[in-house]
């Protein structure tokens, strides 16, 4: 059972999705009893075992496919001969309980300056991976950047470097403009979860400018939250660093952003009609 944990844990930190089946309940005959486990990825690879034969190649197929839409399902599997679909003679039925885990979502803060530290902490907070990089390395120590992940990299080399997917949320605050477009660049058409940039409206406006007439779209920068974060009017590194998480929630949870107190009186004065 240790070993079947370890595994978990060490498939979620490489960023695997994993489904894990359980039994959890039998009757009659079968060949494993509740509580025994399996562990199958998208790839149909395997760890562990729920009784082998038919019954098991059904499960890793329905596993798959629970991976795939993204959901976790209960299945029941028939044991007894002469019923439909029934996958084996041993006499009984088994339900397993098919639990998909995703790595936590992720947030990739490129720059490790004033501003990075307190989005570390907020959005570590907020419950989500960090990884701060950054290619000065006395700026990456665990005084200032506590409890999260740091990787000293080369911004040329970061395409090449760091994997990004569907879970990654990235914050472009670099030390400068020149290197903001650098990391940009190499981001731009990778299937991240949000991709942003810090700075100021003619900043933003400059910086677009120069990526149209580089060949890029409408389409790709329409792709960019920039200015990065909500419009609170924050002004310290703190406050931009929540205006920049809320806005990595409003994208993951989805929202409107505006204060609940009020959508209540929005709603209250349309119910009043």
């Known amino acids: ?22 039994i959890v309940h039998v009757e009659g005959s079968t060949p494993r009893s509740t509580g025994a486990q399996m562990l199958v990825w998208d790839t149909g690879r395997t760890f562990g075992t729920i009784g082998g034969g038919t019954m098991e190649a059904h499960v890793v197929r329905d596993a798959r496919q629970a991976l795939a839409d993204g ?93 990004v997917d569907s879970h990654t949320h990235v914050v472009i605050v670099t030390r400068s403009h020149e290197h903001d477009e650098e990391v940009l660049v190499q981001l731009i058409d990778q299937p991240v979860a949000y991709l942003g940039v810090i700075g100021s409206r003619t900043k933003v406006r400059r910086l677009f400018q120069r990526m149209r007439e580089a060949g890029y779209t409408e389409e790709q920068l329409a792709r960019v939250h920039a200015p990065i974060g909500l419009d609170i009017g924050a002004e310290t590194p703190a406050e931009i660093a929540v205006s920049i998480v809320a806005e990595l929630i409003l994208n993951r949870h989805g929202g409107c952003g505006l204060p609940l107190s009020q959508l209540i009186r929005q709603a209250a004065k349309e119910e009043g009609r």
């Open 71 to 163: 959901r976790s399902c209960l299945q029941e599997y028939s044991l007894v001969a002469g019923e439909d679909a029934a996958l084996g003679v041993c006499g009984g039925r088994t339900q397993v309980f098919i639990h998909v885990l995703q790595p936590p979502e992720r947030v990739l803060v490129i720059g490790a300056g004033h501003v990075a530290q307190p989005i570390a902490q907020v959005a570590a907070l907020a419950g989500f991976g960090v990884l701060v990089v950054d290619d000065r390395p006395e700026l990456l120590s665990a005084e200032r950047f506590p409890n999260v992940e740091t990787r000293v990299i080369s911004f040329p080399e970061l395409r090449t470097t760091l994997p």
């Open 1 to 22: 059972m240790e070993e079947l944990y370890t595994t978990i844990a060490q498939a979620l930190q490489a960023g695997e999705r994993i489904a894990v089946a359980t």
